[in-house]
């Protein structure tokens, strides 16, 4: 079963930058899946922030963080990374990385297998 877990959130001031790491453990490899980012304020519901293939050659963003956000991955570290620039405070929430198949357009969290625990981002001054 594959084990995933995020690292690199913290505090950081609006324009700021933060790059998560979301990291296989255990046995399984996250280097067959897509992985999707997804963030969840308080109060509101599970949102898909991003996806990338398993290849890397694919991926996708909300219209919330497009040309804000990259995502990337390294399949030698089995690590992908989400680098978060001008954050505002809106993106304060915590942030999951999950695994699927594949990566669509839509970044939906209910067709997602695997998940980790999640990792802390506040944005504020």
């Known amino acids: 079963q594959l084990q995933l877990v995020e690292s690199g959130g913290g505090l950081v001031q609006p324009g700021g930058s933060l790059r998560l790491s979301c990291a296989a453990s255990?046995?399984?490899?996250?280097?067959?899946?897509?992985i999707g980012w997804f963030r969840q304020a308080p109060g509101k519901g599970r949102e898909g922030v991003s996806c990338i293939s398993s290849s890397g050659g694919t991926t996708n963003y909300a219209d919330s963080v497009k040309g804000r956000f990259t995502i990337s991955r390294d399949n030698a570290k089995d690590t992908v990374y989400l680098q978060m620039n001008s954050l505002k405070p809106e993106d304060t929430a915590t942030y999951y990385c999950a695994a699927r198949p594949f990566c669509s357009k839509t970044i939906y969290a209910h067709e997602y297998n695997y998940w980790g625990q999640g990792t802390q981002v506040t944005v504020s001054s």
């Open positions: 255990g046995l399984a490899s996250l280097r067959y899946y897509a």
